[in-house]
């Protein structure tokens, strides 16, 4: 397959990229940064350039956006330049150069204020069914951008998937309270029960949703670790979440007592992967209960190699070496 990445100076990308190409496609990178993966410099919005570099492809992998964190750096005005006008643009081409498949990399953030339960509710059961309720800039664009597939897969009949990622990222979290209070792989860790997925599998989702897009047509999918609990744990993991944890995961304690890690005292929403895996087919391999069997076999190795990282003095962002090894020690697959 010939297929249109954007967003290849990002690091899913280049793990797409290097996926995609390791499996015999063509992988075509497009991105405002040059890299290694990048084959056209230059903004999606450019429709000029869009077109040279749809002719042939097959299938595009929309990644490039601005993100949450650029919130705080970019005017409103771009973010709707890119992550708007930049998709519709991708998608108006896509169905003049006869492009058969859409796949579009979203974000769980777009449900913004749905995922944070009044007080006294239960923590909130995050499926494909809630209602997005955009907290910022980038939660509004990128909701407009999904819709915007989903208009141009029924009026044109472009097979569209919508992607929404849950954390995947490699960056410490971004408040400061949450930093103080918890390592950065223990936090990364505890997330996998809820709200983080690991890279590789992200990489799955995209390679499923390819070879499935044509059958669907359109559809909207939450990309998370796979949850250990249930509906009936709602109430009291947003009172008190590590008894829940302890029942779903009981080799968890140990471990986290051996390590000197916590776990979270609430937790306030639970990503659903179920539609993903259904209609994808979609197997994600990375979830607590696995870290949690990889960090019992081999808590020695992973801490050796957090030590050595702390002695190379890396930086904290944007580095792919930092990413590689903070994706290592939280998923604990590459570990040992």
């Known amino acids: 397959m010939r297929v249109l990445v954007t967003g290849?100076?990002?690091?899913?990308?280049?793990?797409?990229?290097?996926?995609?190409?390791?499996?015999?496609?063509?992988?075509?990178?497009?991105?405002?940064?040059?890299?290694?993966?990048?084959?056209?410099v230059g903004s999606i919005a450019d429709r000029a350039l869009v077109r040279r570099c749809l002719d042939g492809m097959e299938a595009i992998i929309h990644?490039?956006?601005?993100?949450?964190?650029?919130?705080?750096?970019?005017?409103?005005?771009?973010?709707?330049?890119?992550?708007?006008?930049?998709?519709?643009?991708?998608?108006?081409?896509?169905?003049?150069?006869?492009?058969?498949?859409?796949?579009?990399?979203?974000?769980?953030?777009?449900?913004?204020?749905?995922?944070?339960?009044?007080?006294?509710?239960?923590?909130?059961?995050?499926?494909?069914d809630v209602t997005p309720v955009p907290r910022n800039i980038y939660g509004v664009t990128k909701t407009a951008a999904e819709d915007l597939c989903e208009l141009v897969s029924r009026d044109h009949g472009l097979p569209c998937i919508v992607l929404r990622t849950s954390r995947f990222f490699p960056e410490s979290d971004d408040r400061d309270a949450v930093r103080v209070a918890y390592a950065d792989a223990n936090l990364k860790v505890n997330e996998l029960l809820y709200r983080r997925v690991d890279l590789s599998d992200v990489v799955s989702a995209h390679r499923c949703a390819l070879e499935r897009a044509d059958a669907i047509g359109f559809g909207r999918y939450i990309v998370s670790a796979t949850t250990p609990f249930a509906p009936s744990d709602l109430v009291a993991l947003h009172t008190h979440a590590a008894p829940v944890v302890a029942r779903c995961v009981p080799s968890y304690e140990a471990v986290y007592e051996q390590l000197g890690w916590r776990m979270l005292d609430t937790i306030e929403r639970v990503y659903v992967?179920?539609?993903?895996?259904?209609?994808?087919?979609?197997?994600?391999?990375?979830?607590?209960?696995?870290?949690?069997?990889?960090?019992?076999?081999?808590?020695?190795?992973?801490?050796?190699?957090?030590?050595?990282?702390?002695?190379?003095?890396?930086?904290?962002?944007?580095?792919?070496?930092?990413?590689?090894?903070?994706?290592?020690?939280?998923?604990?697959?590459?570990?040992?």
């Open 273 to 336: 992967n179920a539609a993903a895996r259904a209609d994808l087919g979609w197997s994600p391999r990375y979830d607590f209960a696995h870290a949690i069997e990889r960090l019992a076999a081999g808590r020695g190795v992973a801490l050796r190699a957090r030590r050595r990282r702390g002695r190379q003095g890396l930086p904290r962002r944007d580095d792919r070496r930092l990413h590689r090894a903070l994706t290592r020690l939280a998923r604990l697959a590459s570990a040992v």
């Open 63 to 128: 990644a490039a956006t601005l993100h949450k964190p650029h919130v705080l750096t970019h005017a409103r005005q771009q973010f709707v330049d890119t992550n708007v006008t930049g998709t519709l643009t991708l998608l108006e081409e896509a169905v003049a150069a006869g492009v058969g498949r859409f796949i579009f990399t979203s974000t769980t953030s777009a449900f913004g204020r749905a995922l944070t339960p009044p007080p006294g509710a239960p923590a909130a059961w995050i499926t494909e």
């Open 8 to 40: 290849s100076a990002g690091h899913l990308v280049e793990a797409i990229v290097r996926t995609l190409r390791a499996e015999g496609h063509e992988a075509r990178g497009l991105d405002i940064l040059a890299s290694p993966f990048t084959s056209a």
